[in-house]
């Protein structure tokens, strides 16, 4: 079975910085999609940051200038840097991968556990 561990997330104050890290695990072949979304309180998940194997990558808006996705293929990891971090980022935050292994003859998508990131004074 495929399993995604993220780590990373915890308390920080506004303007402080925070990197949290999914690592992929089991019998995978290639991932073509690695991505973070986060869901606050009341709201909908939506994506946050995106990369592709051709690592092309992508931003919302809120945080562009401020979060930076990278992924370290050799490790199917996929980290996310942030800074400059603000209250309004309080949120989970959750990996999702795109990815084949040996279960599968097609792609399939998978969602890590989730961490809390909480940007308060």
């Known amino acids: 079975q495929v399993q995604l561990v993220e780590s990373g997330g915890g308390l920080v104050q506004p303007g402080g910085s925070l990197r949290l890290s999914c690592t992929a695990s089991g019998s995978i072949i290639s991932i073509i999609f690695m991505g973070w979304h986060r869901q606050a309180p009341g709201k909908e998940r939506e994506l946050v940051a995106s990369i592709t194997g051709g690592d092309s990558t992508t931003y919302a808006e809120p945080v562009k200038g401020r979060f930076t996705i990278s992924r370290d293929n050799a490790k199917?990891?996929?980290?996310l840097q942030m800074n400059?971090?603000?209250?309004?980022?309080?949120?989970?935050?959750?990996?999702?991968l795109s990815l084949r292994s040996t279960y599968s003859t097609t792609y399939t998508g998978y969602w890590g556990q989730g961490t809390q990131v909480t940007v308060s004074s």
């Open 84 to 96: 400059s971090l603000k209250p309004e980022d309080t949120a989970v935050y959750y990996c999702y």
């Open 76 to 79: 199917n990891t996929v980290d």
